[in-house]
């Protein structure tokens, strides 16, 4: 995925108090959803600049929607599933830990600090701690400042790459393929 | 352009009082294809749901957003709502401003502002989402219960009483299962059988049920209403039909020495046997692997013995299919057999016993016809050895040891072994008896009363704490063990000691668990779909659970398991036709390469591999498809898909990223 320049201006929240990080939460239907839903039950309040989108499954979320979610301008995003052996899908939630572990390192690599990307479990039963760990993002991410493309930073060949292949006529096959397309062509 | 309408509800004062519903509602209105948006103050009441039908009417709604709870809570009643007005379900979208926005923020301008975002991306989902439908699919009305024992038996008379065919499937000669071994039951000392057999009889005597024993669950295929199970019918080498179970067979058997698996290895049989007197059906079996005739060809007692000319020596496995809507799985467990504390030398010593044998023993059918003698001095032909004076029982021997044994409770064994006790006592007044015990677990209806009479009445002699050796001195075995309320070392000179092993699962139930795509746990035992609320359930649909397969567990807990998972069979095959759940996968197959890497990361085995061919070309290439019925709608193929053609219905790409980019502009 091309990482383009987030042109978002980040201002100082419309109550004037300190900028607050656009957080992006993907959670799990049956564990961290309704663990977020606990939080609400019982009234325990955290920063209001979260934002949640649900899934049926932690191992529905692919890892693009992260890096989405940054491109379009998420300061922060956090994955939640369900905790080991709790999946309501039996093992969802080990392929997104195999997935998020990767994508944690592609991110790493391409110089996004790892305060921005968070990936945790949250049971149904974890309402306190569903609210604790916003605050905590909150708080790790608000030193780092909006976020800016990192990664679009990293590969400044990108735009000559994209340039290249355009200008490539559409006819020519690639090198490695063209043996192939002969063969092909009758 | 979609007609979306936007419904903001005010829940009394819970979202008011903090979130600006009438101006969520304003801002709504002026959103790319919102046809109407307004805000009411109890949106899931009756009026509040009019005036959503209403609108979908008046303003030809196409989709629909309610900004109120959490869809956890009210999803269910919108989509109905909707649904009686005319709308697709799956047209309707919640924006939850209730439990994610007033009840955890206080600020109103944060607050509303947050509830604009919800409902701003809950309408740009809601416009690209699809009209889904649930389809029907047929049920079959016939189902399969694995395993005989009191679960199973009791899981298959109540279907069959609810006038649903049953296949009972045992993978034993007789059914019966664990109950049949015993002697007594805690706490009410009934004879086991007594109660036991005239269930047995009832499973062969009711038209509704095909009893299938000395047979196995081969595979099973299919889905919910709609399974194929291959069922292998072991030979038998004897005539089910025919024979009466005369017994002149078995009394011609040369071979008479194996030890027999009903007597616990305490006691002999023949090569072809009847595993007890009550067997159903009564009819015996051959044991290949010891038939001198099926082994080295020549002998044929038995076939010369039998009247009726039951026995056939070339009889063959035989497969057979069955369609059924549900299973039951009531496999049981095993019993350890007295290995896991080596110190204690079992096998050693025959005086040293568990306690599956000693049940045995004191049953009028076992191998001493209920004399309690110590197995060292026990002389089969004259029937008689010497009884036991001093007798040892030892508890937890593996059990709530997570070092050498398992870590759980077996459950029963305090309840066996003072059952145990006490009818020693009866029998054998003057001996002795001692109980090694670490805690004595007696939670269920009048044990701890049973405990205390054993203990009182009966004068066991109960002993805090553990055994550390046993050794033989003599012909005796010495227990040294401590004594920790007292807090000092004992030795007791016993005649007889017996192991209290623990109840485990099952080693083959993995390999079924496998085949019938099910869950276990790290012991071995099959996982619930919840250990609370839906205890006769699988993950799986129509696949239930009862009794001792999913833990230790006592007659009347199988019984009760067992009948609970009949009832939800009957729940399921009561009903004409099912729903599918339509939030289901999608595999483009025109876009499908075949890798086959969703097969492999679907936890419900609900992805197969199929050869199609191209309309155009002819060419046949494989793709991979999904079987509607098993998928549960997770999503993980859809994120592991390197084509990016295996989708999730209802979860779309573009619809969950249609929402996220709403929530981060």
Redesign the interface.
Known sequence: MIMATSNKPKTESPSGTAWQPRLVAILCNWCSYAGADLAGSSRIHYPSNVRIVRVPCSGRIDPLYVLRAFERGADAVLVAGCHPGDCHYAEGNFYARRRMLMLNQLLQFAGVPSERFWFRWVSAAEGPEFAHLIEEITEAVRPLGPYKPELADKFVLLDEIVQMLESMPESEPCPEHAEESEEASP | MPRTGVFVCHCGTNIAKVVDCPRVAEEAGKLPGVAFATDYTYMCSGPGQDLIAQAIQEHNLDSVVVASC???LHEPTFQRCVEGAGLNPYLMEMA?I????S?????K???T??AM??VR?AVAKVQRNQPLTRKELPVTKRAVVIGGGIAGIQAALDIADAGIEVILVEKSPSIGGRMSQFDKTFPTLDCAACILTPKMVEVASNPNIRLLTWSEVEKVDGFVGNFEVTIRKKARYVDVDACVGCGECWAKCPVKTIPSEYDAELGPRTAIYRPFPQAVPNVPVIDKEHCIYLTKGRCGACAKACPKQCINYEDQDELITEQVGALVVATGFDVEGGKIYGEYGYGEHPDLITGLQLERMINVSGPTGGHIVRPSTWDAKKQEGEEPRSIVFIQCCGSRDPEKGVAYCSKVCCMYTAKHALLLKEKLPNAQVYIFYIDIRAGGKGYEEFIDRVRDEFQANYVRGRVSEIVPEGDHLLVRGADTLLGRQVEIDADLVVLATPLLARTDVKELARKMNI?TDKYGFLTEAHPKLRPAET?TDGIFLAGGCIFPRDIPESVASGGAAAAKVVDLLSRDHLLSEP?VSMIDVDLCQGCLTCVR?C??NAIEEVEIEDPKTHEKRKVAQVNEGLC?????C???CPSGCAN?AG?T?EE??A???T???
């Open positions: 959490s869809p956890r939850n209730r439990e994610q926005v009840w955890v923020h206080e600020d301008s944060e607050a502002e947050k975002d919800l991306s869950q993950l939030v990361v936890p419900f549960k709608g997770c999503g993980t859809a994120a592991a999730l979860f790409d969950v990223l929402e996220l980019d929530l981060c502009l």
